[in-house]
C-alpha cells in the first residue's frame, strides 16, 4: 500500500541552524512522483518542489536542498541556515496512479518545525 | 490571477445542519479535489473530479457528497453534519496530470466547526 511517513512531528531550532526534514515511502508504482509541501501559519498549502521517480539528482533551490534516495525510499528536504520565515509545518507528499487517473496525492502527517530567533 | 478560490472561510454549523462549500478555479484545470485537514491526520482525499460533470470518491467520502456542474467549479455538501466534520477543508485544481506530474494548487481552506 502507498503510504507516506514523516516521523519527526516537530522539530525546534534557533535560526541560522541547518535542518533535515525526513520523508519516508512506500509504494509498489514503477512511476511515480514526490512533493514537498509548505505551510505557514497563515494556513494556505505552498508547493515547494516536485520530483519524479527516474531522477535522483539531488536539487537545490537557494537555502533548500532536497535529496531523493531510491535505495531507502526516502526524499529528505534541508533548509541551511534557517531562519525565522521557515516557520511551517512541512508536508511530504506521494502520487498514486488511481483507477487510471494519477495525481491523486497520498500526505504524510506533517512536521511542524519552529525557528526561534 | 485569484488561482484557487474557497468560500467562505470560516462557518459554524451545528449537528444535523447542512451547508455547501464553493471552490473556484480560473486556471482552466481539469482535476479537481476537496481534502480535510485534521491535527497529526495530514490532509487526506474526500472527493475529486477529472473533469467538468464528473466525481468520484476519495479516502474519506462518507457524509460529504460533490458536484462539478462547470468545469471552474468544485462544490463539496455536507447534508447532515455531525461533530466529527469538525475539520479545515482544502479544494485544489491541477492539470490533467499525465504521469502524476501535476501539483496540486491549493486554496486557502475553510475552517468548519460542528457543535
Known amino acids: 500500500a502507498q503510504k507516506v511517513t514523516q516521523a519527526q512531528t516537530e522539530i525546534s531550532v534557533v535560526e541560522k541552524e541547518d535542518v533535515t526534514l525526513d520523508c519516508v515511502y512506500e509504494t509498489r508504482d514503477t512511476t511515480y512522483y514526490l512533493f514537498w509541501y509548505k505551510q505557514p501559519p497563515s494556513g494556505e498549502l505552498v508547493f515547494l518542489i516536485r520530483r519524479n521517480s527516474f531522477d535522483e539528482q539531488n536539487e537545490i533551490s537557494g537555502r533548500y536542498s532536497w535529496n531523493f534516495q531510491k535505495s531507502t525510499s526516502s526524499f529528505n528536504f534541508t533548509i541551511t541556515a534557517s531562519q525565522v520565515v521557515d516557520s511551517a509545518v512541512y508536508f511530504c507528499a506521494l502520487s498514486e496512479r488511481w483507477g487510471g487517473a494519477t495525481n491523486k496525492l497520498i500526505f504524510g502527517t506533517g512536521t511542524l518545525l519552529a525557528v526561534q530567533p | 490571477n485569484a488561482g484557487v478560490t474557497q468560500t467562505p472561510k470560516f462557518r459554524v454549523l451545528k449537528t444535523g445542519q447542512s451547508m455547501t462549500l464553493l471552490c473556484a478555479q480560473d486556471?482552466?484545470?481539469?482535476?479537481m479535489y476537496w481534502y480535510r485537514q485534521d491535527p497529526g491526520m495530514g490532509l487526506r482525499l474526500i472527493h475529486y473530479?477529472?473533469?467538468?460533470?464528473?466525481?468520484a470518491k476519495g479516502e474519506v467520502p462518507d457524509g460529504y457528497n460533490v458536484s462539478r456542474l462547470k468545469k471552474q467549479n468544485f462544490l463539496l455538501g455536507l447534508e447532515s453534519a455531525a461533530p466529527s466534520q469538525t475539520s479545515v477543508y482544502f479544494c485544489?485544481?491541477?492539470?490533467?496530470?499525465?504521469?502524476?506530474?501535476?501539483?496540486?494548487?491549493f486554496g486557502n481552506g475553510t475552517r468548519l466547526t460542528v457543535t
Open positions: 485544489a485544481s491541477s492539470y490533467i496530470p499525465g504521469q502524476g506530474s501535476s501539483p496540486l494548487h
Open positions: 486556471m482552466n484545470h481539469e482535476y
Open positions: 473530479s477529472v473533469g467538468e460533470g464528473t466525481t
